[in-house]
């Protein structure tokens, strides 16, 4: 008896697939809609409390003032109760319905700053939960994406026949957790930068009328002139992000002018000592070998800023004949090679796919306590 052999339908398998894939999409569009709405909704909340802020120092001061009145009618009252005999019945009576007026005044401008105290903690907590929110519905849309990602491209080739398949549908789902993570970073770059500081300049030109009609021209300028500050702010962080994307700097001058700028960035925003040594003949390399370079360096300065608490980063570049030499070292913490972290084996293995594409080699030294280098030759092809 012999057995059956197994068939499968390929329009089936596709049918299956693309009913999965309209479910996920499906799926994906309603936790998007989640986090737009709940966004919408924080950026709404956030201003209503900036106007509730005010209000509440505004309430603040009132409350400030009524009690120096409050003050003076009391004292007055008691004068005149003391030295009644002195003063006429209307001076007495008047007396007593000023100190009463500003007692009820007060106790009005206490309530309210109560109110609006309660107020401002509720919108705070609200605002607090919808964050939370607003970041886990971005993290579930990114693991979406993943997924769409991975049915789209490698489940699509099911039918083809290639040898280590699993190890390529590893591979290729590990490339695409990377092109996810880094448009999570880009997005929660912008989002925390320049998205954060223009909702900022929203919330401040909704205030800047109030404070021209309530306070007048000279403290209506001063606004502007943080807002102005603000927007600069705004400009800087965008243009650093597309400098991290894409460093124009690098068309047009090289590699090495362009290293030490990012390399002079890096020192400025981290405070870490960062030192550049260009060694030999420098000269334009093919624009793919160059952007090699740069990313190298910059996932090594970055793994060391990130993880080894260093006080000294060091970047060497050596430039021969036939070999460009890269030498990264820092003097943090170090970590054992034997158990590297998940995030420092993930770097190393998109540098180790970037150095082979080169027809380069790479070494790894790190020790607990005696910081870590990194060692990277690339062969010139003419």
Partial sequence: MTAAKLTI??????????????????????????????RQEFQQLRRELELVKQQVIEVIHKSDRTEEYAKLARTRLAEVSKHFQKYSESDIRDAYENANKYQIELSIIRQTEKQLREKRDELERRIGAL????????????????????????????NELVQNAQQKQEFGLQIIEAQEEERKRVSREIHDGPAQLMANVLIRSELLEKIFVEKGTEAARVEIKDLRVMVRNSLKEVRRIIYDLRPMALDDLGIV??????????????????????????????????????????ESVSNAVKHSEANLIEVKLEFTQKFISLYIRDDGKGFDMAQPTKSNSFGMMGMRERVELLEGTLKVKSRINFGTSVYIQIPIQD
């Avoid at 390929?10 to 709405?37: K, R, Y």
């Avoid at 939370?132 to 997924?147: N, R, Y």
């Avoid at 990012?262 to 420098?282: D, F, M, P």
């Fill in 9 to 38: 339908d390929p329009h089936l398998l596709d049918g299956i697939l693309n009913q999965t894939i309209d479910t996920v999409t499906a799926s994906q569009s309603q936790i998007f809609e989640i986090s737009e709405h709940s």
């Fill in 257 to 298: 002018p362009t290293l030490d700028k990012y390399l002079r960035n890096v020192k400025e925003s981290t405070g870490i000592e960062v030192e550049l040594h260009a060694l030999g003949q420098t000269r334009r390399f093919p624009n793919k070998m160059e952007i090699a370079i740069f990313r190298l360096i910059q």
């Fill in 131 to 158: 964050n939370d929110t607003v970041q886990k519905a971005e993290s579930l849309a990114g693991q979406i994406s993943v997924v769409l990602n991975y049915l789209n491209g490698d489940l699509r080739k099911i």
